[in-house]
Nanobody, 114 residues
């Protein structure tokens, strides 16, 4: 059973940066599957933020394109989300998801103050 553990969230001022990490374990496919970062703000649905395919192609939701970068280190079974120029509207709980196993991490809180 694959397990995902996120880290790197926190409180940052608008314009600042954070890097989230999602480390997977429990499968020989850990670290090479298609993976996504999602976020959920209070009272809102969970939406995709960034996605990386097994082949390394990436895509982003419009509101973060040019500010966020998704990447992976397959040797460490870790997917990253580099978030720059953060805005208060980026405040949410961020989750990673293994698309192959349809498994979610526990989430990490990101709070951006104005």
């Amino acid at each position: 059973q694959v397990q995902l553990v996120e880290s790197g969230g926190g409180l940052v001022q608008a314009g600042g940066s954070l890097r989230l990490s999602c480390t997977s374990s429990g499968s020989e496919l850990s670290g090479i599957n298609a993976m996504g970062w999602y976020r959920q703000a209070p009272g809102k649905q969970r939406d995709m933020v960034a996605f990386i395919t097994a082949g390394g192609s990436t895509r982003y939701t419009d509101s973060v394109r040019g500010r966020f970068t998704i990447s992976r280190d397959s040797a460490k079974s870790t997917v990253y989300l580099q978030m720059n120029n953060l805005k208060p509207e980026d405040t949410a709980v961020y989750y990673c998801k293994d698309d192959w196993y349809d498994t979610w991490g526990q989430g990490t809180q990101v709070t951006v103050s104005s």
